[in-house]
């Protein structure tokens, strides 16, 4: 069964850096466009950073571009989201999400079907 696990959520200062890893397991996700999503509490669920299968082309949501940055290392079936210069808006429960329609050559928010469980980032001051 395939599946996402996040890690690496935690409490962090303001202005503090953070790195969260998800590990896809019972598949490989090679092919796969990947991205990161997050609810804060009683927001809708918002989208972060996203790349296509090649990691060609990356997608940033508006407020987290130039502080945040989605990575994948192959070898481990692992996507990460390297958070810098982190703010109080960006507490949240991070999800990581796979889109199985493999080798789609273009990013499109609304196709990633297969979700991790989350992981809790807590900024504070």
């Known amino acids: 069964q395939s599946q996402l696990v996040e890690s690496g959520g935690g409490g962090v200062q303001v202005g503090g850096p953070r790195r969260l890893s998800c590990a896809a397991s019972?598949?490989?996700?090679?092919?796969?466009?990947m991205a990161w999503f997050r609810q804060a509490p009683g927001k809708e669920l918002g989208f972060v950073a996203a790349?296509?299968?090649?990691?060609?082309?990356?997608e940033y949501g508006e407020s987290v571009a130039g502080r945040f940055t989605i990575t994948r290392y192959n070898p481990k079936n692992a996507v990460y989201l390297q958070m810098n210069n982190l703010t109080l808006e960006d507490t949240a429960v991070y999800y990581c999400?796979?889109?199985?329609?493999?080798?789609?050559?273009?990013?499109?928010?609304?196709?990633?079907?297969?979700w991790g469980q989350g992981t809790q980032v807590t900024v504070s001051s």
């Open positions: 999400a796979a889109d199985t329609t493999y080798f789609r050559p273009f990013i499109r928010r609304t196709t990633f079907n297969l």
């Open positions: 790349f296509t299968w090649n990691g060609v082309t990356a």
């Open positions: 019972g598949h490989t996700f090679n092919s796969a466009g």
